[in-house]
């Protein structure tokens, strides 16, 4: 038996969305979805890709919605912004004073992140990647941002494409 290999006979061309907005599998995070991009499905294996313009941006917009979101960091999220800061997982946790071990368990959810490690780790992305956007963010309003990283949530996060130029913002109606 042959595997199958899409072709783009077998590929349906779609557009994301706010009803139907794509599945951002490959941010590596679960709750990601984007909303107009093309998108196409193969109609005989299911598998789907992507035109993601600006990928870059997409992930620093992704990475902001992270940082600001409510609620404590999950493990996939933490793991995320470590990543996109560049650091292995032993340096990022000598940075927030914490073993590599422990570390560890936090991203892979066998341990949840304590409230004042879960802010310690979102200024420390935020200092690393010397990202000014979300530093401007954070200051604005500091004590209600980190007055609102005390419950567990997990939220989608929806990102929109902007025509022109190309660029990438949260979605304020998914909000």
């Given at each position: ?8 006979i077998?590929?349906?061309e ?27 499905a ?39 912004l ?8 032993a ?56 007055n ?28």
């Amino acid at each position: 038996m042959t595997e199958h290999v899409c072709s783009k006979i077998d590929r349906i061309e779609h557009f994301a969305t706010p009803d139907k907005p794509y599945h951002f599998r490959d941010s590596g995070l679960p709750n990601v979805y984007l909303i107009g991009i093309k998108y196409w499905a193969c109609e005989k294996c299911g598998a789907l890709a992507a035109e993601i313009p600006a990928p870059t941006q997409l992930m620093n917009v992704i990475a902001e919605s992270v940082v600001m979101k409510k609620g404590i960091l999950h493990g996939e999220e933490i793991k995320f912004l470590r990543k996109r800061a560049g650091k292995k997982a032993a340096d990022f946790a000598g940075l927030v004073g914490t073993s590599p071990e422990h570390f560890s368990r936090l991203e892979t959810g066998k341990h949840t992140v304590s409230e004042p490690l879960d802010k310690l780790i979102r200024l420390t992305y935020g200092m690393i990647v010397d990202d000014h956007v979300i530093l401007a963010k954070i200051a604005k309003n500091v004590e209600a941002w980190l007055n609102s990283i005390k419950e567990k949530s997990v939220e989608s996060i929806q990102i929109r494409k902007i025509e022109s130029p190309e660029q990438w913002c949260t979605d304020q109606k998914a909000a």
